[in-house]
C-alpha cells in the first residue's frame, strides 16, 4: 500500500506531491493528459505562490510583475506589490517545472483517471492502487467531488474565461485589468516577446467580439500573431466539505469564486501544502477549516467584486474608486499577494 494517491497532476496535484515526497512519503499521481498540459489561465502568480514554488524548489522562466493595474479607458489605478515580485509565467513552463521537480523527489507518474473510490477505516483505493491517503486534485470541475456526493450549486454570477497569446513585447510589468460593463480583460506579460490577454465575462461569445470592449488594447493587438483559444468555465465551484473520509480536495476541486483576483496558482500551493500536512498528522478532519482560513480573504474580496461588476451601474464606479482611493486599492492587493 502506497501512503498517497493523487488523482489529478496539475499545479496543485503536484505540489501536494513534491510536499508529501519530502516527508518521505510513497505517492503515486495519476493524470490522464501527458506532460506539459495547457489550459484557460490567466497565467500571473502573485508574490506568495512564487514564493511558494520556490520553497518547494521550483524555479520558473517568466517575467517579474512589480504589481496590479486597473484600467477603464483614459482612467487608470495602479497598486505594487509589498517587498515582493509576482510573476508571469506560461502555463505549460510551470507545469512542466512541477513535474520535474516530483519526478526528482521520486513521485511516480501514471496516466489513467481516478474514478469509483473506495474508502475504508485505514485506506483509499482507486485506479488499480491502494493508499494511505487521497487527494483530488481534479480540476474546477472535479468528477471526484462530485462522486464523492460534495458538490454544491454554483449559484450565479455563471462567469467564463477565454485566454490567448500574443507575439508583442510586453509594454508594461503589472498585470493590468482593463474593465468594461460586460467584463473584463487581464494583460499579463509572460516572457520577452509575449503577452497572454484573458477575457472574463458572464456573457458567451466569441474571444474577437470579448475584445472589441476594450477598443485600446483591441488597436494594441490587432495584426499581432495569436494563439488559439482557451476556455473555461462556469468559473464558480463549491463543495460541500474539503474532505470525504480519507479524500481530500485541493486547488479547484476544493471550490473556486472566481479568476477576477488571479490568485488561483497561489492558492493552489498553499491549499496543497495544508492538506498534507494535515496527513501527515494524521489529522485529515482538520483541512476543511484550515481551507477556509486560507481562502477566506480571496473569497470575501473576490465575492465583494463580483458583486460590485454585476451591475453596470456599480461596474463603472470601480477603477474610479480605485484612483480616489489609492491607499484602499493598495491595501487590497497587498491582502491578497
Request: proline letters at 6%; hydrophobic letters at 45%; charged letters at 25%.
Amino acid at each position: 500500500m502506497i501512503d498517497l494517491l493523487v488523482a489529478g497532476g496539475g499545479p496543485a496535484g503536484l505540489a501536494a506531491a513534491i510536499h508529501a515526497a519530502r516527508l518521505g512519503m510513497e505517492v503515486v499521481v495519476v493524470e490522464p493528459r501527458a506532460a506539459p498540459v495547457d489550459k484557460a489561465c490567466g497565467e500571473g502568480i502573485m508574490p506568495s505562490g512564487v514564493a511558494a514554488l520556490r520553497s518547494l524548489g521550483v524555479e520558473v522562466p517568466g517575467h517579474d510583475l512589480r504589481g496590479i493595474r486597473y484600467l477603464e479607458g483614459a482612467r487608470s489605478a495602479e497598486a505594487t506589490f509589498r517587498d515582493r515580485t509576482g510573476l508571469g509565467v506560461r502555463r505549460t513552463a510551470l507545469h512542466s517545472a512541477l513535474y520535474q521537480r516530483a519526478v526528482e523527489l521520486g513521485v511516480s507518474m501514471a496516466e489513467g483517471k481516478v474514478r469509483g473510490i473506495r474508502q475504508g477505516h485505514d485506506s483509499a483505493g482507486a485506479a488499480g492502487l491502494t493508499a494511505r491517503w487521497l487527494i483530488a486534485a481534479d480540476g474546477l470541475h472535479s468528477p471526484l467531488r462530485h462522486e464523492l456526493g460534495l458538490d454544491r450549486p454554483g449559484g450565479p454570477p455563471r462567469r467564463y474565461g477565454l485566454r490567448r497569446h500574443y507575439r508583442i513585447a510586453p509594454w508594461t510589468d503589472f498585470v493590468e485589468v482593463h474593465w468594461s460593463r460586460q467584463g473584463e480583460a487581464y494583460v499579463t506579460p509572460v516572457g520577452d516577446n509575449l503577452v497572454g490577454v484573458a477575457v472574463l465575462s458572464r456573457d458567451r461569445r466569441s474571444y474577437d467580439e470579448h475584445l472589441t470592449l476594450f477598443p485600446a488594447l483591441a488597436a494594441l493587438l490587432r495584426g499581432r500573431e495569436a494563439s488559439p483559444v482557451r476556455g473555461a468555465g462556469p468559473l464558480r465551484q463549491r463543495a460541500r466539505s474539503q474532505r470525504a473520509g480519507r479524500t481530500l480536495l485541493v486547488g479547484d476541486a476544493a471550490g473556486y469564486v472566481d479568476a477576477l483576483t488571479g490568485e488561483g496558482i497561489a492558492l493552489a500551493m498553499a491549499t496543497a501544502a495544508a492538506a498534507v500536512r494535515c496527513l501527515a498528522a494524521d489529522r485529515p478532519e482538520a483541512y476543511p477549516a484550515q481551507w477556509a482560513r486560507l481562502t477566506r480573504r480571496h473569497r470575501l474580496l473576490t465575492e465583494g467584486l463580483l458583486r460590485a461588476a454585476r451591475y453596470p451601474a456599480t461596474a463603472r464606479l470601480i477603477v474610479p474608486t480605485a484612483r480616489r482611493a489609492p491607499a484602499a486599492f493598495r491595501a487590497a492587493v497587498h491582502a491578497l499577494q
